[in-house]
Nanobody, 125 residues
Framework: VQLQASGGGLVQAGGSLRLSCVAS????????MGWFRQAPGKEREFVAV????????IYADSVKGRFTMSRENAKNTVYLQMNNLKPEDTAVYYC???????????????????WGQGTQVTVSS
C-alpha cells in the first residue's frame, strides 16, 4: 500500500486543519488506518485509529474531543479533522495502514505495515 498524506500547514492556535491520506496499490478496505505524529526530538506518538469498517475511531487522550478521524473506502481516503488546535499539536503527521489491527497494539507504531511520507502541521500561539 502506498500512502500519500496532505493538508498540513501553518495555523494559529484555535484554528482548524483537515488532513487527508490517500491509499493506492492494495484493497484499502482491508486495512485499519492510523494517524501518528512526531515533534522534533520526540518519539512518534499515536493520534487516532479507525478500523476497516469505519466504526468507532479511537483517539489519544491529548486530542479527544478536538480531532475527528473518518474514512471513505470508496475514495481510498482517510481524514483527520483537527479543531481547536494548540501549539503542542505542532508535529509532522503520518498516516499508516495496519492489516491485522489488535486492541493491545493499535497505539504502537511498530505494528503498522505501511507509512505515508508525513505532512507538517505548525500551530502558532
Amino acid at each position: 500500500v502506498q500512502l500519500q498524506a496532505s493538508g498540513g500547514g501553518l495555523v494559529q492556535a484555535g484554528g482548524s486543519l483537515r488532513l487527508s491520506c490517500v491509499a493506492s496499490g492494495r484493497t484499502f478496505s482491508n486495512y485499519a488506518m492510523g494517524w501518528f505524529r512526531q515533534a522534533p526530538g520526540k518519539e512518534r506518538e499515536f493520534v487516532a485509529v479507525i478500523r476497516r469498517s469505519g466504526h468507532t475511531p479511537i483517539y489519544a487522550d491529548s486530542v479527544k474531543g478536538r480531532f475527528t478521524m473518518s474514512r471513505e473506502n470508496a475514495k481510498n481516503t482517510v481524514y483527520l479533522q483537527m479543531n481547536n488546535l494548540k501549539p503542542e499539536d505542532t508535529a509532522v503527521y503520518y498516516c499508516a495502514a495496519d492489516a491485522h489491527l489488535i486492541s493491545s497494539t493499535l497505539r504502537s507504531p511498530d505494528h503498522y505495515d505501511y507509512w505515508g511520507q508525513g505532512t507538517q502541521v505548525t500551530v502558532s500561539s
